[in-house]
């Protein structure tokens, strides 16, 4: 028997995560709600067999969440059509990832920051050549973490946290030792709950973890959960 290339596993690979992926797209569901707008990429690599996600680390410079890890995006802009090309105008500011380089699967449930935004994160496919160029004024690293890292960590914890309505809720908070970059990463907030929900949507397994999450009906649990928190905004 021939034995499968490695580009083949790839292909296998992302054709099972975007079948998947489909199933979890919201479309724009919740682009209609009241709230200023913002959008994050959430870009998948195959790396060695394995599905990985790319991140970035903040520049210093920054007002806002100097040195935390996130995905590239930001604010929509007057001139950006939907959700999805706030996110790819962003990866391309910030990383020099090219929108048509990015093969874009889907829209997820959305989550809400700090600043009562509605972020929306959107799910594509990049090649594992890409190179990234990260802008100096906004971003400071750029890695990629196994997304299995986010069912099965080595090192987590959860970190109480007083939500915008004022309750106290907890969150996720990973710490990612990268080989590469022989540096500690620590992942939580808004961009741990995406990453999170992209592992528990993909690997459609239990986490060694608690998730508030019915992982039997993964989809309405999320989209309740969102609906929870929208309806107790100040």
Known sequence: RRRPCPSEGGRSLKEKARLRLREFDVGDRFSRLPLPRASVL?????????????????SMQLRRSPGQVCFPGGKREATDKDEIDT?????????GLQPEKVEVI??????????????????????DTFQATPNPD??????VVPLEYFVKPL???TVPYKSSSGSLTWMHCFTYDD????????????TAH???????VIFGER????VDYDLDNLLSSAEDNFWNLYNHMP
Not at 42 to 58: F, I, K, Q, S
Not at 194 to 199: E, M, P, Q
Not at 207 to 210: A, L, M, R, V
């Open 194 to 200: 995406f990453a999170v929900f992209l592992a528990l």
């Open 155 to 157: 090192n987590y914890k």
């Open 42 to 58: 959430l870009p998948l690599v195959v790396r060695e067999g394995r599905l990985h996600l790319l991140l970035t680390v903040r």
């Open 179 to 190: 080989q590469e970059h022989k540096m500690s990463f620590r992942i939580w907030g808004l």
């Open 106 to 127: 889907c829209r997820l449930v959305p989550g809400i920051d700090k600043m009562n935004h509605l972020v929306t994160p959107v799910v594509g496919f990049i090649e």
């Open 138 to 143: 906004e971003v400071s690293d750029v890695f």
């Open 207 to 210: 986490p060694t973890y608690e």
């Open 87 to 95: 996110a790819l105008r962003e990866a391309k500011e910030e990383v």
